[in-house]
């Protein structure tokens, strides 16, 4: 078997059940289940039924499901003769998959199955799935695309592995005091994780620091790395089961651990904490996500995490593959390797030196095998976000790397002059190293020239992509860069999230639509029938009931779940624009005030998202949302006619919660600058209307759902280029917008601080004299724009119609979709749909 774990790895053995091998939900009923659940109860969590905690039941049941999953999973990986004649091997810091029991069950067919089973024994499935945690791998899009094209290549049968490291506490977890961010660590894992496989047999030894020899071997000189570190990466595997169960991919994590535990000298001289100094320095590697960058120890353990996880994944698929095809030559005829952005761009020198200085490659022989074998993709536009790396610092950790990275760079520069006649501004553009900024290796031109296939992820961002922060690159290689428009999984975010819609649409147009999304397409035509918009509204009501009972929990804010439900859940960044939000809010909140006699439509305003631990503004903007809320929730004067809610923690688990409650979906970054967005495609698949700039997915949004169904406003990505280059005035903005100039007076005045007047006054200040993010030019736009919401959301007939149209015309956005593409136009894979 290739190294996928046996059902009793990780706990003590079980009675054996009968499983019909290669189909995971084959004739099982709700009797059986319940009693492989009463099974696991007993022999794995050690409890009774009658002592048995929800979280106890959740475990139980994650077994008997987890088992069924290793029943496809023993079949795809035992059998020799089934090994694909092509693997992709998919590299992402992140991978946000939430919690796990609906998903297994969803894509197994056996959510009612459990549900009954369950019952039979007192239990609600749906009390004991709120005791999984959200597993802590991840923070925001780009870790959620990660997980949702796990669960796509599952599905289309696309073989692959996932790599990325388990962290032991992810990011953080968020909380609020008095209105502030605050980070604290996430124990997800604290009582353990039923759907994982420990591999300690399976360690990769990753080196750091030291220095690097040359060595004479027949007339030829070899370099050879002598780490003065060295790090054991250990597997975890996570099967990933894909839609009804056909197919079951492997998502292996890292954990890094000490080659010596304790020294025990120093243990035995009294020096405990000595003892354990260097354990513990080697084991943070994998401790949390993202940890601040903002100090040189910070910037170095964030460069060890990403060559930590790339090189032991490296090592770990070329392991299968010599097992399997003995030669590295035919390396890109049976791997692909997708770099999801520039955190793992390091393992491009990494196989460069695998094939030198281990297999003795010509440097010819490698490269070519080495840029046929990656492909990367771009998620940003914005140049900060584009990782680079001190020179020294990477010469200090990684010393062969950076040797490689020069050789590499000075051959591209050397072929850029033969292949363009290039002068030297195209030359310091195309540069791995930039020499501006106290020389930085630039892993975004790394990855480019190292991959034969670099994509874009939404037609936008990679016509974007070409003429801005690879123009130069792309003149010099001009057929890698392509798009593949970014999807979701589909049935996650409808059927698992919203399953009151998705019965409704079931009974409309078929079951079909689970299988193909393309099918919603059928629901276009009954978009004006009233009986369907009727049930659609009951629908959608219930979720916002429920959506407000979780806002009243959390928040002590009772909301009116008839009101307009305006919701902007994503990270918090300048880019995406919550203050521009947060604006329109207290614009709003400022005319109720002055004209209490209009008929004022109910509305809730619903922001989640976390800032990054460092960033100031982020973290602001932040305390401005919660300061606004506390305004405004308590003043009477608005009669419950507004109300804002900050839901702090936002994770996939909440997201579940608040989509399908959702009427209006906030798209409303800085166009030019969101690379596609994913949150826009499930609200618009829930039936919330957007309202967004022509930014990213947006685009291809309105394409799909038309004009009349979709809220646009502001700048075009070509105007925001123009407006930066001759400048813009935010002072100007503000004094020709008498409602956002009331706005930003109220704010600076401390009207929302009031213990804190001047709390603002810089934050504001500094708007009107660096508004990068054209907040001040797209107000009055985005205001106007709101008032359309308005005048749509009374009228109920239209506003169900193109909800429904939102719906049915976004199927194409399918994560399905998006793989195929990469398996046809990047990977050279084909897939297995039976």
């Known amino acids: 078997m290739d190294d996928v774990a046996s059902p009793a790895t990780n706990e003590i053995a079980r009675p054996k059940r009968e499983a019909a091998a290669g189909a995971p939900e084959g004739g099982v009923d709700a009797a059986k289940l319940r009693k492989e659940i009463l099974a696991e109860l007993t022999y794995s969590v050690g409890r009774s039924p009658e002592t048995a905690s929800p979280r106890d039941w959740f475990v ?58 369950l019952e039979g024994l007192g239990v609600d499935l749906d009390v004991i799935r709120t005791a999984e945690p959200d597993a802590a791998l991840g923070n925001g899009g780009l870790g959620r695309l990660a997980a949702c094209f796990m ?23 968020q909380g609020m005091r008095d209105g502030w961010q605050q980070e604290y660590p996430e124990d997800w894992l604290s009582f353990g994780n039923p759907w994982e496989f420990a591999h300690p047999e399976i360690d990769y ?28 990466a250990v597997a975890f595997d996570i099967p990933v089961v894909g839609w009804r169960g056909r197919h079951v991919n492997t998502l292996r994590l890292w954990s890094a651990r000490a080659a010596d535990p304790l020294k025990l000298d120093a243990f035995n001289r009294g020096d405990y904490i000595g003892a354990l100094a260097d354990r513990v320095r080697v084991e943070s590697i994998s401790k949390v996500l993202y940890p601040s960058d903002e100090t040189p120890n910070g910037q170095e353990l964030r460069l060890r995490q990403e060559f930590f996880f790339a ?95 020069y050789l590499i760079n000075a051959l591209e520069l050397e072929a850029a002059k033969k292949k363009r006649a290039a002068d030297d501004a195209v030359l310091a553009s195309i540069s791995l190293i930039d020499e501006n900024n106290g020389r930085r290796v630039r892993m975004g031109q790394l990855a480019f020239v190292g991959s034969h296939k670099i994509n874009g992820v939404s037609a936008l961002h990679t016509e974007l992509m070409k003429q801005t922060v690879f123009r130069d690159l792309h003149a010099l290689h001009p057929t890698r860069i392509v798009n593949k428009t970014n999807g979701i999984t589909f049935r996650r975010w409808l059927s698992q999230a919203n399953p009151g819609l998705t019965s409704i649409l079931i009974e409309a147009i078929g079951p079909e639509l689970l299988d193909d999304p393309n099918e919603l397409m059928k629901l276009l035509p009954m978009a004006g029938d009233s009986a369907l918009q009727e049930k659609i509204a009951e629908s959608k009501r219930a979720n916002k009931v429920a959506l407000a009972k979780i806002i009243s ?35 709003i909140y400022n005319a109720m005030r002055a004209q209490p006699m209009r008929a004022w439509m109910p509305r809730v305003k619903i922001f989640a998202g976390k800032a990054a631990a460092s960033y100031h ?12 809320a506390r305004v405004v929730n308590q003043d009477p004067t608005v009669r419950g006619l507004l109300k804002v809610a900050f839901l702090p923690n936002y994770n996939v688990s909440l997201a579940e919660a608040i989509i399908p409650a959702a009427d209006l979906s906030e798209q409303i970054s800085t166009a030019g600058m969101e690379a596609s967005g994913t949150g826009n495609m499930k609200l618009a698949l829930n039936g919330a209307l957007t309202i967004g700039t022509l930014d990213g997915a947006n685009v291809e949004i309105k394409e799909r759902v038309g004009d009349d169904n979709i809220f646009i406003f502001g700048l075009t990505a070509q105007e925001v280029e123009a407006r930066k280059r001759r400048g813009h005035d935010a002072h100007a903005a503000v004094e020709n917008s008498a409602v956002l100039r009331e706005v930003l007076d109220a704010i600076r005045n401390g009207v929302f ?82």
Do not use: C
Not at 75 to 87: C, F, G, L, N, Q
Not at 151 to 173: E, Q
Not at 557 to 568: K, R
């Open 60 to 117: 139980a049941t994650a077994y008997a499901v987890r088992d069924r999953i290793v029943d496809r999973w023993v079949v795809d990986h035992a059998s020799k003769d089934k090994k694909p004649e092509k693997r992709v091997y998919y590299l992402s810091l992140e991978f946000l998959i939430g919690r796990l029991l609906f998903d297994a069950l969803n894509n197994l067919n056996l959510t009612e199955t459990a549900r009954e089973a």
């Open 151 to 173: 669960d796509s290549m599952a599905s289309i049968g696309v073989p692959a592995f996932g790599y990325g490291i388990r962290y032991d506490h992810g990011l953080f977890r």
């Open 205 to 232: 030894p990753i080196g750091f620091g030291g220095y690097v020899e040359q060595v004479y071997e027949q007339g030829a000189v070899r370099h050879v790395w002598r780490p003065g570190e060295v790090v054991e």
């Open 311 to 405: 090189s032991a994944s490296l090592q770990d698929l070329i392991r299968r593959h010599l097992e399997e095809h003995g030669d590295l030559r035919s390396l890109p005829d049976h791997v692909a390797i997708q770099l999801n952005d520039t955190h793992p761009a390091i393992a491009v020198p990494e196989l460069m030196r695998i094939l030198l200085d281990l297999h003795g490659f010509e440097w010819a022989d490698a490269w070519k095998v080495t840029v046929a074998t990656f492909s990367y993709t771009n998620h940003t536009l914005l140049p900060e976000a584009l990782e680079s790396w001190p020179v020294p610092l990477i010469e200090r950790l990684l010393p062969r790397h950076m040797q490689i990275i």
């Open 553 to 587: 929990d959390r928040l002590d804010v009772h909301v009116d779940p008839d009101a307009l439900f305006d919701v902007q859940i994503k990270r918090i960044h300048e880019y995406k624009r919550q203050l521009l939000n947060i604006l329109e809010t207290v614009a």
């Open 617 to 628: 503004q982020a973290k602001l903007t932040i305390k401005l949302a919660n300061d606004v």
């Open 753 to 834: 601080s009031p213990g804190d007047p001047a709390r603002y006054r810089g934050f504001i200040d500094g708007l009107l004299e660096h508004d990068t993010f054209l907040v001040t030019a797209d107000f009055d736009a985005y205001f106007a724009a709101q008032r359309r919401v308005y005048k749509l959301w009374r009228d109920r007939d239209a506003w169900m119609r193109s909800s429904i149209a939102n719906t049915a015309q976004v199927g194409w956005f399918s994560s399905d979709r998006t793989i195929g593409e990469y398996a046809e136009d990047i990977w050279n894979v084909r897939p297995s749909l039976g």
